[in-house]
Structures are given as structure tokens and as C-alpha cells.
């Protein structure tokens, strides 16, 4: 157990469907992330909230909405998916500071769209 | 893009060998960064070097960079099965530090 945790750990949705994954961090950190990890790519960022501040990938489409209520909780809301947004969705948090920014990762999110 | 890009994609060695896997980038970093994953699981932080230091160990890791060359390798010495996993090299660069991934050295280590 890493301090972040993600539910639901699988889910499988139809294109049609309205999703929510949910992350929620036990360390105390002020920044949290969403990573998108799809097979023989690179890991990419999805959005981004520090300091109560959201910073976004702009080639992030709109089918994907993130929300921030707390600097404990992240969800990323899922609404009328294609097939190729089938990924390992991962949140990872971190105690940001203008030194280094060490991430810490929950086990993911396998997302599968019909 | 400070992409860092891993090399090999993959590689296989046998128990107690050493393990070398090196990473390239393009831009001005702040500090660099070797995360492990297991299949199918989230991504664990191994190591931090930054931009003034040249190596550093951490147990049987040990991580090099260059900054003249853009590049730097992280070697595990006396490999176990337990190693078999992922590693990711990740950039960050000054003020906002947005860390990027490259794509990853799948390693395998047999009995």
C-alpha cells in the first residue's frame, strides 16, 4: 500500500456509459495527478492539481473531466468513451516544492471501453 | 519535448547479473528520475539525481548523468527474479516541475 489508493481497480464500460474513478491520497500531499498509460507509449500526464490550482493537458478531450475537491480526493468523471481510451488510468500525488517533485502512484485503474 | 527516451525496450539476463538501462532527453533538466513498475501495477519512485550531481547509489542501484550528452543509465548490480518489472527514467524541468516518462525498459530476470 502505497498511500494512494484507486477504486474501482478494474471496469469495463460501454461507449454510452457515465464512469467515475476515484483517488484518494493518505500522505498529505498538496498536488495530485492523473496519467493516462497505454500499451508501447509514453506515460501521459492528464491533468494536474497543485495547490488548489488545475494545470490540463489541452490534448486532453473533453469526454474526460477531472475534479478536485479536496487536496485529499481526485476523481476523473468518464462520460461517452471510444474504444481506443482503454488504458491503465493512474493517480499519483506528491508533496510539490521547487527542489524535486517525487511522485507517489496508486496501483491503477484498468479501464476497458466496448 | 524533454522526453526521456529508454534504452533497450527490452532485456534479459539471468539471476546475478548486472542490469544496465540508459535514458535519453533533449532539454534542460532539473533533476532526473528512475521509477519501477510491476505488471499492471503503479509506478514506484527508485531515485532521484540532479542536475549538479553525476552519480549516485542507493543499495544495488546506481544511477549515472550526464548532462553534457543528455543521457543517463541506471544499473542494477547482482540482479534478482524479484527485479523483473519495468523502469521508467522521468525529467523534470525547473518551476512547475512536470515530470515525463519515456516509454520504459522491460526487464527480465530468470532463475
Known amino acids: 500500500e502505497t498511500g494512494v489508493t484507486q477504486t474501482p481497480r478494474h471496469l469495463v464500460m460501454g461507449m454510452t456509459n457515465k464512469k467515475s474513478l476515484k483517488c484518494e491520497q493518505h500522505?498529505?500531499?498538496?498536488?495530485m495527478y492523473w496519467y493516462k498509460q497505454s500499451a508501447k507509449k509514453p506515460l501521459e500526464l492528464m491533468f494536474v492539481?497543485?495547490?488548489?490550482?488545475?494545470?490540463e493537458n489541452n490534448s486532453v478531450p473533453s469526454r474526460f473531466s477531472p475534479e478536485c475537491p479536496n487536496s485529499s480526493h481526485l476523481f476523473l468523471h468518464l462520460h461517452t468513451l471510444q474504444p481506443e481510451d482503454s488504458a491503465l488510468y493512474l493517480c499519483a500525488s506528491s508533496q510539490f516544492s521547487s527542489g524535486a517533485n517525487v511522485l507517489t502512484f496508486g496501483a491503477g485503474s484498468r479501464l476497458t471501453v466496448l | 519535448s524533454q522526453q526521456g527516451e529508454e534504452d533497450p525496450q527490452a532485456l534479459s539476463i539471468q539471476e546475478g547479473e548486472n542490469a544496465t538501462m540508459n535514458c535519453s532527453y533533449k532539454?534542460?533538466?532539473?533533476?532526473l528520475q528512475w521509477y519501477r513498475q510491476n505488471s499492471g501495477r503503479g509506478l514506484v519512485h527508485l531515485i532521484l539525481i540532479r542536475s549538479n550531481e553525476r552519480e549516485k547509489h542507493s543499495g544495488r542501484l546506481r544511477v549515472t548523468l550526464d548532462t553534457s550528452k543528455k543521457s543517463s543509465s541506471l544499473l542494477i548490480t547482482a540482479s534478482r527474479a524479484a527485479d523483473t518489472a519495468s523502469y521508467f527514467c522521468a525529467t523534470g524541468d525547473t518551476g512547475f516541475q512536470k515530470l515525463v516518462f519515456g516509454t520504459g525498459t522491460r526487464l527480465l530476470v530468470s532463475p
Open positions: 532539454t534542460s533538466i532539473n533533476n
Open positions: 492539481y497543485s495547490l488548489e490550482e488545475r494545470v
Open positions: 500522505l498529505g500531499h498538496n498536488a
